[in-house]
């Protein structure tokens, strides 16, 4: 679908604070709150604006560090329906986070969140890899995030380095 | 030996020190103070103009470099002023590299100015116009844009500061401390007054990547305007790169090469690893610039709405990260509200007398800050105006 600018903006907006009230999203963009209430509304309806959620730095909560892998999955796909029903056999287990298929040397990347090593690696030997249709997995755990989706963990003391009042 | 101050310049002691100065040191030892007061973007400059002037350390470039700055980067700001503004220099012998667009502004008046020829400084301007003017042994002579027009100058208004000595006008737009631009169409009714008068106009257009609801007209480009425009231009606000010092001028071959006998004694040449990063943030694409620009827009709107909903009234600025609300509702003077509203509610702000007498009555709130700074400041200057 075909976005207005005034759209296009909204999301924007959102995508980078999606706490943002829509007072002000209204004043940035210039349109009513009643506009803009319902022009959220309308992209909502519209799955745009899919769902609202919040970067979590997990590592820094004690007993919640969790671990996160990255698994490469080879596949044989299916007559009919491609890779599509494996796929979705796959995100449907709410350990996997994210699903996507991908060009080059596998098939499905999928991101799996588990408490503990432990809990991944059985996740993978006991679910994933004796689905019919996947030929191997590669497992790779993630050590540290650094940035994740657009948001640097701890960013360097880029604070303001201006100088308080100038011309 | 005489008292130093006996020694003195005179140009140099009647120059009247800035009144940002005062309100840079009463801020400067506060805690918690937001501040809208700073005249540059809130973004650092792009990481890859950043790494670009980190290789060109690496790899030894350390050295001067042409006294008009790498021929490589001329072509770049040629084919850049080209593509942007549809006007077109000589990279050899029409641009010259400059160490921010201040020294740009100096040279260009060294350049023009004979002793007692009058330049025409439209206030409320950027507070080195007119010292830059006596330093270059020229008379400022300030003529007032008014809020009735927006801050737009009218050429009524310039008509009666013209004399036999008028030589130039300084002309900037978007303007600091206003963020009033002139549109095409004004920008020609001025030229008509300037090919009348046949004067020189300095455009210093250096906030021309800021400009929010229409095109940006660079004054070169107005027909018939070439000859008589230095035009200056630079990477610190659109690049944000405030900090590398870094600017251009460009001009016919004559006002060039006269402004490069300045610029070749006085400075030899602008720091080249400084000229190395700004050649990546030409080359590396407009996608950082474009996005500075858009986030600008929306605190732009966010903040001049949120100024007007509080009751001080502000025209909507078309260009730069400037708002210059009106405070006469407060029964305050500028400097008044200014020095209160830092002492109370720990915000900093610029009062607008600093910028020539029509600024009174008015503050310069720039909104390069974040989203949460802005809708703190609102809170706060709110309770301030409330009370």
Redesign the interface.
């Known amino acids: 679908m075909k976005l207005s600018e005034k759209e296009l903006?909204v999301v924007?907006?959102l995508e980078k604070?999606a706490r943002?009230s829509s007072e002000?999203v209204a004043?940035?963009?210039?349109l009513s709150l009643q506009e803009t209430d319902e022009l959220i509304k309308k992209l909502e309806k519209e799955k745009v604006l899919v769902h609202y959620t919040t970067v979590v730095d997990w590592s820094k909560i004690d007993g919640h560090e969790g671990v996160t892998a990255m698994i490469d999955v080879k596949v044989t796909p299916k007559r009919g329906v491609g890779f599509d029903e494996v796929a979705e056999r796959i995100y449907r287990f709410k350990e996997v986070k994210s699903v996507y298929l991908m060009s080059g040397a596998y098939d499905l990347s999928v991101i799996i969140e588990g408490k503990s090593m432990n809990e991944v690696a059985r996740f993978v030997s006991n679910k994933l890899s004796t689905l019919d249709s996947v030929l191997s997995t590669t497992t790779h755990f993630i050590l540290k995030k650094y940035k994740h989706d657009g948001t640097i963990f701890e960013p360097l003391a880029?604070d303001?380095k201006?100088?308080?009042?100038?011309? | 030996m005489k008292q130093t101050k006996s020694y003195l310049a005179k140009t140099v002691e009647d120059l009247k020190p800035s009144g940002i100065r005062k309100f840079f040191d009463l801020a400067a030892g506060m805690e918690g103070v937001i501040s809208l007061g700073v005249g540059e973007p809130d973004f650092v400059t792009s990481w890859s103009a950043r790494e670009a002037a980190i290789l060109s350390l690496e790899q030894g470039f350390t050295s001067y470099t042409a006294n008009s700055g790498l021929l490589e980067l001329r072509n770049e700001v040629s084919s850049y002023m080209k593509k942007r503004f549809d006007v077109d220099y000589n990279p050899k012998s029409e641009i010259i590299i400059t160490v921010g667009a201040s020294q740009a502004l100096d040279i260009a008046l060294r350049a023009i100015l004979d002793p007692g020829d009058e330049v025409i400084v439209i206030e409320p301007s950027f507070v080195s116009y007119a010292p830059l003017v006596s330093l270059a042994g020229g008379k400022p002579v300030a003529v007032q844009a008014t809020e009735e027009y927006d801050f737009k100058i009218q050429t009524h208004q310039l008509e009666k500061a013209i004399t036999d000595r008028t030589k130039a006008i300084m002309l900037c737009s978007p303007n600091n401390p206003t963020g009033t631009m002139l549109n095409e169409k004004e920008l020609t009714e001025l030229a008509t007054f300037i090919e009348t008068h046949d004067l020189l106009v300095l455009s210093d257009e250096i906030y021309a990547e800021l400009a929010y609801d229409e095109p940006y007209v660079s004054f070169a480009a107005i027909e018939g305007m070439r000859h008589r425009t230095l035009l200056i231009n630079g990477f610190s606000k659109g690049f944000a790169m405030t900090g590398w010092r870094l600017g251009f001028v460009c001009a016919n071959e004559e006002l060039t090469a006269a402004m490069l006998k300045i610029h070749q004694y006085a400075m030899m040449c602008a720091p080249t690893m400084a000229q190395y990063a700004a050649l990546e943030a030409l080359k590396g694409g407009r996608e950082d610039v474009e996005d500075m620009k858009k986030s600008y827009r929306r605190r732009r709107n966010y903040f001049v709405q949120s100024l007007n909903d509080i009751g001080l009234s502000c025209h909507i600025p078309g260009g730069a990260f400037y708002a210059f609300p009106s405070i006469v509702s407060t029964g305050l003077s500028s400097e008044q509200f200014a020095e209160q509203l830092l002492i109370e509610e720990k915000v900093a702000v610029v009062p607008g007398n600093v910028f020539g007498s029509s600024g009174e009555g008015h503050i310069r709130c720039s909104y390069a800050s974040s989203m949460e700074q802005l809708q703190e400041a609102v809170k706060r200057i709110k309770r301030f105006v409330d009370k």
């Open positions: 903006e924007e907006i604070d943002i002000d004043k940035m963009i210039g880029e303001d201006r100088i308080v009042v100038s011309p």
